[in-house]
DNA sequence: TATGGCAAGTTGTTATGACATTATCATCTC
DNA sequence: GAGATGATAATGTCATAACAACTTGCCATA
């Protein structure tokens, strides 16, 4: 046990340029930081922090602020508190953080080459569902869009999706030179929670052929209602991945 | 744009019992409070709520504590907050927030009855892959179990699991009885994240037969590595699940 | 040797206080 | 009427301060 209860003092200079001023709160630094030492491995698995008074100390700042930093990794599951003990690293090999982003950036920060085979684009009436959905009255005017997703010229995804009225006036290019987020990002809207169903079922032959797998194969499916910084809904999407190129990563942490 | 952010102040009873010097955090109980006036429709989708000032006043507490009240929903994906603006409800319908807890917990949580076929439990010496998961060394031995989960006498899910060398004594009625974390929180194991890949695949003969579903019918699945509150992992698993009795809600909130 | 008490160590909670940043609204000027 | 400016409103960041609760280690006593 006083192997996993070694405790790692990182260096000064990890933190040596920390910008004391300028627009990046300094919390968000310092987990940066922590978090970067975690990751290259000087943080190792199992071992200590040291304790948030004596690294407030040495970096000149309160101690609420180091607790906001550390915080910050622990809601993101690489660090867990103990009361009388410290704060240790979590073993394992770290998973990319999921973020509320769509299918096309994801691609990106991967380093695949995403592009976008354009189905569907249409204005339809909402029906019950999508009222639900959207939270607009049933018979108002959606965007509906259907859409491949390719990665390096493989298609990994097909995805559904509906839009509020006022996004009627998105253009086919927008759509398949980018992202939806960026064109919804575009747009000035903020995204800020995603409330996302996870399933499988077995492929449609129109999916099959779309996805260039076999009739009745294993799809992974999630259906997502995404919401901007007024709590309005501004998408619900139906999308379906070829579980063999793409998975959904999930880390839990508990309170 | 008026309707949507309408501010709604909570009645003085909804806070009226807060137990100012009891174990439960303050905190913790304020948002409670508050959470329970978003899903009782109270608080309704898209409208304001108080500010943290003039909360904080009516409660007599600190704007820290009414803060991370707050925050706690914010979360959860429940509420979004606007600087200049306030805090508003997030539209549509609320889903459970997920845990960190077993099958076994979940289905009881949801009101249905569970029970276990156990298949396998067995001490086994990890291959290169267990041993990389659990962070113990190749060859040591681990506890392997195999399991079916009913709900309501239907089986929903096969699950194997792999646990590190201290856990090797587990009874078998335990396993039947309790599901594997109450098994595990009774040994003091606390919990605090789990990292989990979600996907799907075609059904083996086996799981088909165990499951009560045709052949090579689509699987979800999921695999999990969770750690203990020490940061070291406690329990691999490999779970699959029948995509039309089981499917994972999850929801992303935007930092 | 085993048990209990106490001190030290570390995170958890809460408060007071101040200032910064963004958003909205009202008023003024052209 | 349109644009600019200033005031107000509300969240965001950071600091100082104090106390509580849990964990571990050490020492004294039976």
């Given at each position: 046990m006083a192997m996993d209860k070694q405790e790692t003092i990182l260096p000064n200079g990890l933190f040596?340029?920390?910008?004391?001023?300028?627009?990046?709160p300094l919390y968000f630094q310092v987990s940066q930081r922590i978090e970067k030492a975690i990751l290259s491995g000087?943080?190792?698995?199992g071992s200590r922090l040291e304790n948030e008074v004596a690294l407030g100390e040495r970096l000149g700042l309160s101690r609420p602020t180091v607790r906001r930093a550390i915080q910050e990794i622990v809601d993101k599951g690489l660090l867990v508190r103990r009361r009388g003990i410290g704060t240790q690293v979590v073993h394992g090999q770290v998973t990319r953080k999921v973020e509320l982003t769509s299918l096309y950036d994801d691609l990106t920060n991967t380093q695949k080459v995403p592009s976008t085979t354009l189905l569907v684009l249409e204005t339809v009436a909402a029906d019950a569902s999508i009222g639900e959905k959207l939270a607009v009255a049933e018979g108002s005017p959606t965007l509906h869009l259907r859409r491949v997703r390719l990665a390096d010229d493989v298609p990994v995804a097909v995805m559904e999706n509906w839009l509020p009225e006022?996004?009627?006036?998105?253009e086919p290019d927008d759509l398949v030179q980018h992202g939806l987020y960026q064109v919804l990002r575009s747009r000035g809207v903020t995204m800020r929670v995603a409330r996302q169903r996870i399933g499988a079922r077995k492929s449609t032959a129109e999916e099959s052929a779309l996805l260039d797998i076999d009739k009745n194969s294993a799809l992974l499916t999630m259906d997502r209602t995404a919401f901007d910084n007024s709590g309005r809904a501004v998408e619900f999407g139906h999308h379906c991945y070829r579980p063999d190129l793409y998975s959904f990563e999930v880390t839990l942490v508990e309170k």
């Open positions: 040596m340029d920390l910008e004391r001023s300028g627009p990046i000087e943080l190792p698995a006022e996004f009627i006036g998105i």
